[in-house]
């Protein structure tokens, strides 16, 4: 079955304690991008990656570093988190972008700073 | 960089009515989708129309485009309560750039 697995689904946390939301795709997918969404802004992008060892930055990519050391797994880790990073996280990926392709999500990650 | 702009943000009707929500974009597109959130979950594809075409249909859905108005329709039929969710249109601009996500209409149909 087709899936993107984000980890973990809920996390409650402290400021400043690193923590990583990992994400793995079985699609083969070259493109992979993590967003964040909060109650009257949306979805809105952090950081994208093309394929491995590709990573750019999205709209919102202060306080968060990716990486994409294999085709199938795109991290997202927040060295030192503060409450503003309290969101709804979901990491996604499709085969590519600019033509029409279908992007599949994550169920989403769920992450409290206090 | 928002692109899409969905209109309304929220919409209330009664099983069995027609939900119309509407998309409205700044920049020229090569496709635009149409995606489904049920709370707290992530997105759905429901359904794509490329710059080309004017309307497609899909099951209970029909979705239009109007590149001269820059505004997309998504059109539900014959609602049900399990269409109760956020509704995002995406659009997808020239070259290789990331699908952008408007805000999202919330649509309750109620029983």
């Known amino acids: 079955e087709a899936q993107v697995t984000q980890n973990p689904r809920y996390l409650i946390t402290v400021t400043g304690k690193k923590l990583t939301v990992t994400c793995s795709q079985n699609m083969n997918h070259e493109y992979m991008s993590w967003y964040r969404q909060d109650p009257g802004l949306g979805l809105r992008q952090i950081y994208y990656s093309m394929n491995v060892e590709v990573t750019d930055k999205g709209d919102v990519p202060e306080g968060y570093k990716v990486s994409r050391k294999e085709k199938r797994n795109f991290p997202l880790i927040l060295e030192s988190p503060s409450p503003n990073q309290t969101s709804l996280y979901f990491c996604?990926?499709?085969f590519g972008l600019g033509i029409g392709n279908t992007i599949y999500f994550g169920e989403g990650s769920w992450l409290t700073v206090v | 960089s928002q692109q899409g702009e969905e209109d309304p943000q929220a919409l209330s009707i009664q099983e069995g009515e027609n939900a119309t929500m509407n998309c409205s974009y700044k920049t020229s597109i090569n496709n635009l989708q149409w995606y489904r959130q049920n709370s707290g979950r992530g997105l759905v594809h429901l359904i794509l129309?490329?710059?080309?075409?004017r309307e497609k249909h899909s099951g209970r859905l029909r979705v239009t485009l109007d590149t001269s108005k820059k505004s997309s329709s998504l059109l539900i039929t014959a609602s049900r309560a399990a269409d109760t969710a956020s509704y995002f249109c995406?659009?997808?601009?020239?070259?290789?750039?990331?699908?952008?996500f408007g805000k999202g209409t919330r649509l309750s149909v109620i029983a």
């Open positions: 996604a990926s499709s």
């Open positions: 129309i490329r710059s080309n075409e």
């Open positions: 995406a659009t997808d601009a020239a070259g290789n750039t990331p699908l952008v």
